[in-house]
Structure formats: structure tokens, C-alpha cells
């Protein structure tokens, strides 16, 4: 059965860097949708970046456009966000999504999305 597995959070200050990791085992995704996504407090959870399927074209939510870059290593069955310039606003459990089924260009909402990680946290300190 097919995994994510998401590491790499952690605690930073504000304008500090993180590089998330999310690792897939049980089959490759690299020809498939993936994203990131992440969820607050009380908040829902909401799209962060994405890879479109062909391409690997990106989209990002635009709080973090020019801060966070989306990227992966299709020989590493990985995929990566590394966030930069971050902002206390960002804290939050952050997610790997992935359409196993592959049918999909790309998706900013996670009912696209139908094989998740568990969830890394991410906690920025003003």
C-alpha cells in the first residue's frame, strides 16, 4: 500500500528557512498530481503548492509566492517544499497530497487529493 511520509518541521523565528520532506513508499507518484498542504489551529485546511502532472508546472497560494518553492526528485520518490523568509502566519501542520490514481492535471483543493501524510509540524516564533 502506498505511503507518504512527510519529515524536516520544526521550530524556527521569524525569517528563518525549513525544507519539508515528503517521501513516498509502496509505489512511485512521480507522474502523478502532488501538493502541499497545510492546516492551522482552528482553521481549515488550505492549499499550499502544487505540481501540475505533466510538466511539473507550479502553483502556489499566493501568501507564499516568492517565499516557498515546490520540487522533487522523481528518482528519490520525494517531493519538497523549502520555505523561506518565514512568517508566524505560517504555522501550521503541514501535509503531502498525492491523486494515486494519476487522472488529475493538478488540484488547489484537497478533495483532489486522495493519499495524504500524516503531517509534519511547522512553528514560527515572532
Known amino acids: 500500500q502506498a505511503q507518504l511520509v512527510e519529515s524536516g518541521g520544526g521550530s524556527v523565528q521569524a525569517g528563518g528557512s525549513l525544507r519539508l520532506s515528503c517521501t513516498a513508499s509502496?509505489?512511485?507518484?512521480?507522474?502523478?498530481?502532488m501538493a502541499w498542504f497545510r492546516q492551522a489551529p482552528g482553521k481549515e485546511r488550505e492549499f499550499v503548492a502544487t505540481?501540475?502532472?505533466?510538466?511539473?508546472?507550479?502553483y502556489y497560494e499566493d501568501s507564499v509566492k516568492g517565499r516557498f518553492t515546490i520540487s522533487r526528485d522523481k528518482a528519490r520518490n520525494t517531493m519538497y517544499l523549502q520555505m523561506n523568509s518565514l512568517k508566524p502566519e505560517d504555522t501550521a501542520v503541514y501535509f503531502c497530497?498525492?491523486?494515486?490514481?494519476?487522472?488529475?492535471?493538478?488540484?488547489?483543493?484537497?478533495?483532489?487529493?486522495?493519499?495524504w501524510g500524516q503531517g509534519t509540524q511547522v512553528t514560527v516564533s515572532s
Open positions: 505540481f501540475v502532472r505533466i510538466g511539473d508546472r507550479e
Open positions: 509502496g509505489r512511485s507518484f512521480s507522474n502523478c498530481a
Open positions: 497530497a498525492a491523486d494515486s490514481r494519476c487522472t488529475i492535471d493538478f488540484g488547489r483543493v484537497s478533495r483532489a487529493y486522495d493519499s
